[in-house]
T-cell receptor, first 117, second 109 residues
Framework: GAVVSQHPSWVICKSGTSVKIECRSLDFQATTMFWYRQFPKQSLMLMATSNEGSKATYEQGVEKDKFLINHASLTLSTLTVTSAHPEDSSFYIC?????????????FGPGTRLLVL | GENVEQHPSTLSVQEGDSAVIKCTYSDSASNYFPWYKQELGKRPQLIIDIRSNVGEKKDQRIAVTLNKTAKHFSLHITETQPEDSAVYFCAASQSQFYFGTGTSLTVIP
């Protein structure tokens, strides 16, 4: 399957700082990427859909000014957690859409574990 | 929006037995149903998927069935092995993926 990377794999930061997470599609171009958040022993919750060259679409309840998404190229989307607080601590996973029509699916990055102190 | 329910939340089976996980969805427009396996601390891995024009798909010990009329689909794992132990997620999609709540499968040697 297609390869999606994520960086960093994990980060510890102080409350109030901003953290940027990168998601890259390594062997394909992805016009659409997705950002998920996963709490321990829970499912993946879709935060936003990142579209190359246009604004991201956020799910209900997700603050767009808190979670800034930029999809500047066909292989890179970034999620910036602004002014992070302890409640933002979570596992953040991106995915990228690959293929067309009946062959289309999503491939996930390895995730970024964020701990805000 | 789409609402995906998944049952059971936990499942323990003896090695060699079969495991079945069921999901229901609400949006009749959903047309793609992947299943992911996630081991602790790792990314979800696609294990099998099915599209709405097909009722059943099989890949070795793993099979998925889809009933579009009833809006439910199931994952079947036969001859389970300890390495099948993980959390399994179903999803329903038209464009975005909406995930079920997950099933923690434990295969007892």
């Amino acid at each position: 399957g297609a390869v999606v990377s994520q960086h960093p794999s994990w980060v510890i930061c102080k409350s109030g700082t901003s953290v940027k997470i990168e998601c890259r599609s390594l062997d394909f171009q992805a016009t659409t990427m997705f950002w998920y958040r996963q709490f321990p022993k829970q499912s993946l919750m879709l935060m936003a859909t990142s579209n190359e060259g246009s604004k991201a679409t956020y799910e209900q309840g997700v603050e767009k000014d808190k979670f800034l998404i930029n999809h500047a190229s066909l292989t890179l989307s970034t999620l910036t957690v602004t002014s992070a607080h302890p409640e933002d601590s979570s596992f953040y996973i991106c995915s990228a859409r690959d293929g067309k029509g009946s062959r289309e699916t999503q491939y996930f990055g390895p995730g970024t574990r964020l701990l805000v102190l | 929006g789409e609402n995906v329910e998944q049952h059971p939340s936990t499942l323990s089976v003896q090695e060699g037995d079969s495991a079945v996980i069921k999901c229901t969805y609400s949006d009749s427009a959903s047309n793609y149903f992947p299943w992911y396996k996630q081991e602790l601390g790792k990314r979800p891995q696609l294990i099998i998927d099915i599209r709405s024009n097909v009722g059943e798909k099989k890949d070795q010990r793993i099979a998925v069935t889809l009933n579009k009329t009833a809006k439910h689909f199931s994952l079947h794992i036969t001859e389970t092995q300890p390495e099948d132990s993980a959390v399994y997620f179903c999803a329903a999609s038209q464009s975005q993926f909406y995930f079920g709540t997950g099933t923690s499968l434990t295969v007892i040697p």
